[in-house]
């Protein structure tokens, strides 16, 4: 059943078994795990079924760091950002849940095979095919579409899949109406997580609309669910019993936010015989039941012997060289009439002359790249107010010299893995500067604002996803990472909500 | 016979201390020479001669050389550019006596490794093996000096 909040009398005290707060991709998957089971859930969602300029300018706030816009990067109705994501979607690999001892504050309390069962049944929610992401074999099609055979062992090919992509407020919103159990209600605002006086048990949420309406929930459990920005807010605004917020006894709460930073064209690849690309590098692809995009990773070996971090990089068809080639002069790259000077290098060195005018291609790339986990860079509460009234938010996004420097070896990486391969040779246009004050692009990937780690001092909640220190209030969503890796969340967020969910079930049965 | 200093006077017994110096000092810079300037082998006309042959474009190479040589430092002399590429090929297989398709194999082996090992210059952002570039030079100090025109 849905609800529209500015139609609740003000006052209304509303009891249930399980608050949701938030209805983006992880809130909706934790609700419709838990519909038609012996439990009362109450979902509460800021906007409505359709974007509202009102509701969505309650994500402006204030950046004082690397530049970053914080009500473009996010949707504030039905279905949260899913209702503008690519549908990119990959598992992040074991070396990323690890303790690193060249990346500081790295090492999840959970790892890769904790959560596997969980990322398979993400798969399916967010309609992507099967569940073979590294598997090179499953995508050759037997040696028809082979990856390239870079060597050396820093570089290799791995696999996105692409959901649709699901609209989770789309496709989720029938059987979330559907169930007997949860109620939804939208345009509804929570104000306050309110706990006991000793602050260790939510006891209520104050939920209030931009119509001026107030009523409130008393749940047996809360999760919050509004995103990897919005959970570090709702926590910090939390503050009329803990004045430095809820579960921020350990100042931690805001702090570690991380992106994927995106450089486009960061490289490009002169390759003499393009023949070998199989098209699922250039472009989206259907094969083998899935819509696939293969991209070039760093191998764990390279990253644990290289002391680096990951890298995710795309490839596309650009430019056919040619001997007889006229160059753009708009062309804001230098240098373009060397191209076919290269492409003859290689050829040299091969014994490979040209048999007509076509000497290679040119490929350009893109890449995402991880950022390590930095306290610095963080979310706090801007003194400016919101139309609710509530502190607007303040990011502080840091990137380091020392970030720049690992997307820089990184390029050097694929460099030696091109030369040798003997096919190809990249060039590396991502310039040096001594300071990374502004970023090219961001994927729209909110992380680590309320980190997981065992210990409260360095995370906000524990392997299970509860806060530390509250024993009925748990936080789901990209917040939660403890290290982003290089992949988009999305698949690893809802991933991380089914675990919570079961966590949550078993907690029920035990009885809270 | 014409009056010399020889004529006038007995030879010295024995090597002055001032010339056993100036002997020692021309014998240490001697022995240094090899150091400094690589020694040409006797056919290292042969091996320039050689390395130009695999290239497919000279021109185009020597246009990357010359880019390389805004930065680097190298040497200009092309039999001296070959022999240093000589020495980097004999890990790989090269013999002076060797066929062109081994010295290629040679080539292509060093550029590979070149790669394994890091060893790479950038010319506009491009990342070449050391060899290769080493290669372009040689093509650049060709065409300078007006030889093996393009092919």
């Known amino acids: ?130 569940f073979q992401y590294n598997n090179a074999e499953w995508w050759s099609d037997g040696g028809k579409n082979a990856p390239l055979p870079l060597p050396g062992g820093e570089v290799t090919t791995r696999w996105f899949e692409y959901s649709p992509p699901t609209r989770f407020g789309w496709l989720y919103r029938k059987p979330i109406d559907a169930a007997k159990n949860i109620t939804t209600y939208l345009n509804s605002n929570v104000l306050e997580i309110v706990p006991t006086a000793d602050a260790s048990h939510v006891e209520r949420l104050r939920v209030g609309t931009l119509s001026g309406k107030r009523f409130e929930v008393t749940p047996k459990l809360v999760i919050l669910a509004t995103g990897g920005i919005e959970n570090a807010r709702m926590l910090l605004l939390s503050n009329s019993v803990e004045k430095k917020g809820l579960g921020n006894s350990h100042d931690v709460v805001g ?11 960061p490289a490009e690849i002169l390759l003499t015989d393009p023949s070998v690309v199989t098209p699922y590098y250039k472009t989206y692809t259907k094969l083998n039941g899935a819509s696939i995009r293969a991209v070039f990773m760093f191998t764990d070996e390279y990253l644990r012997a290289q002391r680096r971090l990951g890298t995710v990089m795309t490839f596309y068809e650009s430019k056919e060289i040619r001997t007889d080639d006229n160059y753009d002069k708009e062309d804001p790259v230098s240098q373009r009439s060397l191209e076919p000077d290269i492409l003859q290098l290689m050829r040299s060195a091969s014994g490979n002359k040209a048999d007509g005018p076509v000497l290679g291609k040119r490929y350009g790339t893109g890449c995402a ?15 400016k107010k919101d139309a609710l009234g509530l502190n607007q938010t303040k990011i502080d996004w840091r990137l380091t010299n020392a970030d720049r420097d690992n997307l820089r070896k990184n390029l050097e990486a694929l460099a030696r893995a ?29 992380m680590g604002t309320t980190r997981m780690s065992s210990d409260p001092r360095k995370g906000v909640v524990d392997a299970n996803c509860k806060v530390h220190g509250i024993d009925n209030l748990y936080v789901a969503g990209s917040s939660l990472f403890t290290t982003s890796a290089t992949v988009n969340p999305t698949l690893t967020l809802v991933a991380l909500a089914l675990r919570l969910s079961d966590h949550v079930q078993q907690t029920f049965t035990r009885g809270v | 016979m014409g009056d010399t200093s020889h004529d006038k006077h007995e030879p010295h017994p024995a090597i002055s201390r001032r010339n056993i110096l100036i002997l020692g000092g021309v014998a240490l810079v001697t022995a240094a020479l090899p150091l400094a300037f690589p020694r040409f ?36 002399e092309p039999r001296v550019i070959a022999a240093s590429i000589g020495k980097r090929l004999v890990p790989y297989g090269w013999r002076k006596d060797g066929t062109p398709d081994e010295l290629r194999t040679a080539l292509l082996a060093r550029i590979r490794h070149d ?35 393009a092919a």
């Open chain 1, 1 to 130: 059943m849905f609800i529209d909040g500015r139609q609740v009398p003000d006052g209304t005290i509303i009891d249930t078994d399980i608050a949701i707060i938030g209805a983006g991709a992880a809130g909706i998957t934790l609700a419709r795990s838990f519909a038609d089971k012996a439990m009362t859930v109450t979902l509460i969602e800021s906007g409505g079924f359709d974007f509202d300029p009102e509701t969505q300018a309650l994500y402006e706030g204030e950046s004082v760091g690397v530049p970053y816009s914080l009500d473009a990067s996010r949707l504030r109705y039905f279905g949260g950002s899913t209702n503008h994501w690519g549908g990119w979607c990959r598992p992040m690999q074991p070396i990323d849940f690890e303790k690193r001892d060249w990346v500081p504050h790295s090492g999840w309390p959970i790892t890769y095979d904790d959560l596997l069962p969980y990322y398979e049944r993400a798969n399916e929610i967010a309609q992507v095919g099967p």
């Open chain 2, 41 to 76: 082998e006797p056919d290292s006309h042969t091996l320039v001669d050689a390395l130009a042959g695999l290239l497919v474009d000279r021109d185009a190479a020597a246009r990357l050389g010359r880019e390389w040589r805004l930065k680097s430092t190298g040497a200009r």
């Open chain 1, 255 to 265: 702090r570690y936010f991380m992106e994927h930073p995106h450089v486009d064209r």
């Open chain 2, 115 to 149: 790669f394994e090992v890091s060893d790479m210059v950038g010319i506009s952002g491009w990342q070449l093996a050391r060899t290769s570039a080493e290669l372009c030079a040689l093509a650049a100090s060709l065409a300078d000096e007006g030889k093996h025109d």
């Open chain 1, 418 to 446: 091109f030369g040798q391969w003997g096919n190809g040779t990249v060039r590396i246009l991502f310039k040096d500067k001594d300071k990374w004050d502004e970023a090219e692009g961001w994927g729209n990937h909110h």
């Open chain 1, 369 to 383: 790249t991880e950022q390590a986990p930095n306290p610095l860079s963080r979310i706090t509460l801007s003194g």
